[in-house]
């Protein structure tokens, strides 16, 4: 009987431990499957972070390019490509994006009653902007800015499987003359830490055009997609803001005297600087600075003067970078022909180009023999009256000196970027009344303005020191809008560097 005991209970510990070791089996299988998962889990998360990291850097890229080297192009040069053209059908291959909408909303993000405008720090009453906004040209680029709303719709896609169709160059970061190898984005993306990232950049869905290559806001869509080296994708997309620049814009002081007026649908002034207004005529837009000084007794135009403004980017321009479009090259005493039948010939006088060897400066006196895109390597003195106010003289001036014009002329610029003057030195614009110029006028010095010339143009002024050489002279001592100068510009020239004022990941 008790060796039948002890054989009973020999089977039941077999059996315990039996069951017990087929427990741990199943729990250290348990425990390895999870294992595993959490392994790929995190295997596969580590890839998705990489691939949206990598997506990052493509969105930052092109946001640095568009800013800098690209920064005087606007959005719809950059839709439609380095050749110009509407190739394909705006990079969009197949995006759902939601129709344009309009909003009499003031642009941004409202909190209760309140409201932001896009790169305006200040709050403003909601109800006081939607009220401004609809006494306003529904068609008019002001609107479009600062009255369109745009809500954060991730119904933004990109169709990355037609990369690989030919789509022409819509929306592609690559061959413009401004951007050097390293810098650009090509269609096929660029390789970056263990992955690659390529980059389209759209118009924003909620553009009033409607029109993929139209941009009329002033906000275009950069798209990336990421690659890690495992294979995983991420989309990134950013929305970019460009408001335009105002009328007058200094890297400087700025003095506005006199009866000197600026006007126009993006009236107004900005100095990164110290700003001084004398002027007897009425603000026609914000005037702002760092510093404002100012007399004026109407308070509609003291409530248009803001100190404390943070500075605006004044892109620097390089005039020989713009002078592979010139038709005739001014150097050393040369007149060199640049346009289908080249020649050369050396300058006399008259009323047409002669120069002076010691002051190395150009000097027009009548109806030149040429109109076009001249390329100065030197210093220009005109005093010409030329032109009509129906059909003004094509004349584009880009001196790697000082510029001085005036006399009675009338003038547009021949550049096809629409550039009227840009110099390495001063400009001083002046003329009598009836003179008028129009197009971009751009030093890398100073800027003066005097007499009474009518001036349609954007006008930036980099406010360099003086360089006092042979090849600047020294024409102007400070940024003055003066005499009875009429400077208009309504927003239809570059714009202000992009900013990001939405992203999505």
Partial sequence: MQVSMRHGNSGIALFAVLLGLGLLGTVAAAVL??????????????????????????????????????????????????????????????????????????????????????GDTTVYDCAAL?????????SSEKYAYYCTGFS?????????????????????LAGFYELETSEELPAEGRDYAEGSYQVRVVNDAQDPSGDPFNDTNFRIVTIARGESAGGATAEVKALLEAPPYPAVVTNGDLWITANGSIQGACAGAHAN????????????????????VHYVEDPADIAK????????????????DYCSDADYILRDGWKINMTATPDSTILGGGTDWSWNHSANTYKLGGQPSNFGTFCVHGNVSYTASIGTEAEPVPITLLATGSVSIGGKSRIAPAHPDGLLIVSGGDIYVGGQAGAHYSGLIYAENQCGFGGG?????????????????????????????????????????????????????
């Fill in 273 to 292: 600087g110290r700003m001084e207004l004398w002027t007897n005529k009425a603000l026609y837009g914000p005037h702002t600075a760092d510093t404002v």
């Fill in 152 to 172: 954060e719709d991730d119904s933004w896609s990109y169709d990355w499987s037609c990369v690989g169709d030919d789509v022409g160059d819509d929306g592609v």
């Fill in 305 to 320: 003067i803001k100190s404390g403004v943070p500075p605006i980017n004044v892109p620097e321009m390089d005039p020989l």
């Fill in 130 to 138: 939607a009220a401004e906004c609809q006494a306003m040209d529904p």
């Fill in 33 to 118: 499957a999870v294992g595993i998962i959490e392994y790929r889990t995190s295997r596969d998360y580590l890839a998705a972070t990489k691939a949206r990291l990598v997506a990052d850097a493509g969105v930052s890229h092109a946001i640095a390019v568009m800013g800098g080297p690209l920064a005087m192009r606007d959005f719809d040069e950059i839709l439609v490509g380095a050749d110009g053209t509407e190739t394909g059908n705006g990079a969009y291959c197949g995006t759902t994006d939601p129709q344009p909408t309009l909003d009499t909303q003031a642009q941004g993000a409202p909190t209760g009653s309140q409201c932001m405008i896009a």
């Fill in 453 to 505: 010339p009518n001036v349609d143009a954007l006008v930036l002024c980099y406010d360099e020191p003086d360089t006092w050489s042979y090849e600047a002279d020294d024409f102007v001592d400070m940024n003055e809008v003066g005499g009875s100068t009429i400077i208009t510009y309504d927003c239809s020239g570059p714009r202000q560097s992009p900013r990001v004022t939405a992203w999505w990941e």
